[in-house]
């Protein structure tokens, strides 16, 4: 049974045995290097996953939206009249976000049955919001005929992220998950939204992602505080001089003739990371080009080494995982990925050393933090999509 038929089936069994019009897919997102950059203006480098979301749907003439996934208990119902945002809707809220940024636009549906289900897990930092989120504009785009391009659709979401849901989060999320392409991870320059499409030859290495099973409970306070310290880094840099719009436009000589000037060591330590992660992006992007693997492994591992100390963001999970995975032989680089406080990192193994890789990883974190990860091998995949 297909992807689409199974999510149909499943469609079928909430809705009365009817089949749904249309189905929907958007991936999650892992990012290979570039962490906490993408709201300063700077460089990131993720891929899309060949795990993600699935949207099954039947449009409705009654202005009414009913809401079931198979992997959330409740399900949520609502008028098209009242897309705001309802603490008892819990994840139906990103739907309706996006559909009260349509209704903005002026493209709105006529009610809808969907039915979402989803294997990314909550919580891991692998994107599941921007997937929930893209397959909605997505899905919402082709049945209004608005014909969004995915730069559009990825910036809507963004707007639904922050002012709809109140996480003041960059676009790479959104943007990795609509232009995401197979076999390829996305150079993406924030600051312009260029970007340009790497082929991701890893020979005999995969992309391991593994889950600290550790819940992100800090990450949406802990990143608005994350935003807020560099926004005034920004600050003090301008007011001593600099002519800059975001931090990552302060150049290596800029930073050493002014960093001293810095007086809180919190706030010097923040933009130092953003300036050496804009550096270490644009060199793995280099390397990976010439097949330099082991070099991209090694600032992959420099990465996770300056988001705890500089930027403080992993905690205890992250760094006894990262660091259990760098003794495994065949393991050549290991990071955590995503907002941080828990989640995912994400590793370069040799595909010969795997097993050992989840067997070591996984008797060693056990002893230490008392929780069992999980791994998932992923090739890079496409971006949002019908299924057809």
Known sequence: MSEKEQVAKEFSEHFEGKAPERVFFAPGRVNLIGEHTDYNGGFVFPAALTQGTYMAVTQRTDGMFKLVSGNMENQVEFSGEDLTYNESHTWGNYIKGVLHAFQEKGYSLKGANLYVSGNIPNGAGLSSSASLEMVTAYMVSELTGAGLSRVELAKLCQLVENQFMGVNSGIMDQFAVGLGDKEHALFIDTATLTYEKVPLVLGDYKVVVTNTNKRRELADSKYNERRSECEEGLRQLREL???????????????????????????????????????????????????????????????????????????????????????????????????????????????????????????????????SPEFYVSDAGAGVHELT
């Open 241 to 371: 001089g600099l002519q800059i719009e975001s931090l990552s436009e302060c150049s290596e000589t800029e930073w050493h003739a002014h960093k001293d000037k810095i007086d809180d060591p919190i706030i010097r330590n923040r933009v130092s990371h953003v300036l050496s992660e804009n550096k270490r992006v644009k060199e793995a992007v280099r390397v990976l080009k010439n097949g330099d693997l082991k070099t991209f492994g090694t600032l992959m591992d420099q990465s996770h080494a300056s988001l705890a100390e500089d930027y403080e963001v992993t905690g205890r999970e992250l760094d006894t995982l990262v660091h259990v995975q760098q003794q495994v032989p065949g393991c050549i680089g290991s990071r955590m990925t995503g907002a941080g406080f828990g989640g995912c990192t994400v590793s370069l193994v040799h595909e010969d050393s795997l097993d050992t890789f989840f067997q070591d990883v996984a008797t060693k974190y056990e002893e230490e933090i008392g929780l």
